[in-house]
């Protein structure tokens, strides 16, 4: 019988987004928020500027990149790259995931953008890198965080590609490198690695792409929240701080002082390290475990943001479904229930399993001893009695 651990995580948060706070955080670090004041004076300006500043710096974007904080996180930054960019070429649209799905749809479906072509790969998987036609743009996330496959490296994207790169980098922001020469347009959320509160998005644009909106106009009606332009010309002043609808000073103070622990930690080389450090100990362990394993079966292409485990074959064949279903779901609800870890569910729409936050503000060591918990789970509640 496998032994009930006697230790607890220090913090029990695995979530993968909302994602844990960084390590001492307190409400205390909102205290100088700009609050009760316009998010156009010039306290509010300096202290959004001071934001989209660290960001810049922290992970080395260029200086002719353009970097705005834009509404409703990560989709809403994605969705107004989408809506604002595309139709000029044909688009390949990369999807692995459950996210990467969501942006064929609005392509597809509701942009409806002439000569798409979709490459499509199974939770776990990844498509076929080499057959992406960089003629064309290109449309992909970096990390999927719902089925924690990310993509190797930058390799295979051309320098000279006539084509825009589309990168949705939520959940590899602050955790992978990225080569900000082979990005046209990246999205993310402070909401992931940096654990900020939610509904603030952050685009990244390369002259490239300032070129693009500047000389081609969608043909379909851009939404206020949606808007990048002052007549024909990028609007600047999102640029500055002076964003399209108001944002939470309470946010904005919140990700400063997360951005300030980044720079404290070592920077960008720190946060990188974490993540892996995270990773490896998952690795290790896993490879003992009873009765769960990766869902990215090739490590080159494993996530050390979004970990996300599935459970065995051996274990799926030999167990009926729905009580399976019904046993994981209990071993959930006791983890939860004794603070142990909460939210580590498998995304809706992947394969049944775990997944783990492995981003820089969580400590490998509670990882580490929440894995315990899943091989002592496994014996308490998964396996079947014959």
């Not at 072509?117 to 036609?133: F, H, P």
């Not at 792409?209 to 002052?230: C, G, T």
Request: proline share 4%; charged share 25%; hydrophobic share 40%.
């Amino acid at each position: 019988m496998n032994a009930k651990p006697s230790l607890k995580p220090n913090n029990p948060l695995f979530s993968s987004g909302p994602c844990p706070k960084r390590p001492g955080w307190n409400l205390a670090v909102l205290s100088n928020a700009i609050l009760g004041r316009s998010h156009r004076s010039k306290k509010a300006l300096d202290r959004i500027n001071k934001v989209i500043s660290l960001i810049k710096e922290t992970l080395n974007i260029p200086s002719n990149y353009h970097v705005g904080i834009v509404p409703a996180s990560d989709t809403g930054a994605i969705e107004m790259l989408l809506w604002n960019l595309l139709g000029k070429k044909p688009v390949d649209v990369l999807a692995w995931e459950s996210f990467g799905n969501d942006w064929v749809k609005d392509i597809v479906n509701q942009l409806i953008v002439p000569n798409t072509r979709v490459l499509k790969a199974d939770y776990g998987e990844i498509v076929d890198l080499s057959q992406v036609n960089f003629n064309n743009d290109v449309v992909f996330t970096w990390n999927g965080t719902t089925s924690g496959v990310c993509v190797p490296d930058a390799d295979w994207i051309e320098d000279d590609r006539e084509g825009l790169t589309i990168c949705d980098a939520t959940s590899a922001v602050f955790s992978m490198n990225l080569p900000w020469h082979k990005l046209d347009a990246t999205t993310f959320s402070w909401q992931k690695v940096l654990g900020g509160e939610a509904q603030h998005g952050v685009i990244v644009l390369s002259p490239k792409v300032v070129y693009r909106l500047e000389s081609f106009k969608a043909e379909r009606p851009i939404p206020k929240i949606f808007q990048l332009m002052n007549k024909s010309s990028l609007n600047k002043k999102l640029f500055l701080g002076s964003t399209i609808n108001t944002p939470s000073m309470l946010c904005i103070e919140d990700v400063l002082d997360s951005l300030t622990w980044v720079k404290k930690i070592g920077g960008l080389k720190k946060t990188i390290e974490l993540s892996n450090k995270n990773l490896s100990v998952v690795e290790k362990k896993i490879k003992e475990s009873s009765w769960l394993d990766f869902l990215a079966k090739d490590k080159k292409v494993r996530s050390c943001t979004s970990i996300c485990l599935k459970i065995k074959t051996s274990v799926l064949e030999t167990n009926d479904q729905e009580i399976l279903k019904n046993n994981l779901s209990a071993l959930l609800d006791y983890l939860e229930e004794n603070n142990i870890a909460h939210d580590i569910g498998a995304y809706r729409d992947a394969p049944r399993g775990i997944r783990i936050w492995g981003g820089a503000t969580v400590n490998y060591k509670d990882i580490d001893i929440l894995l315990d918990w899943l091989e002592w789970g496994y014996h308490e509640y998964i396996k079947k009695e014959n």
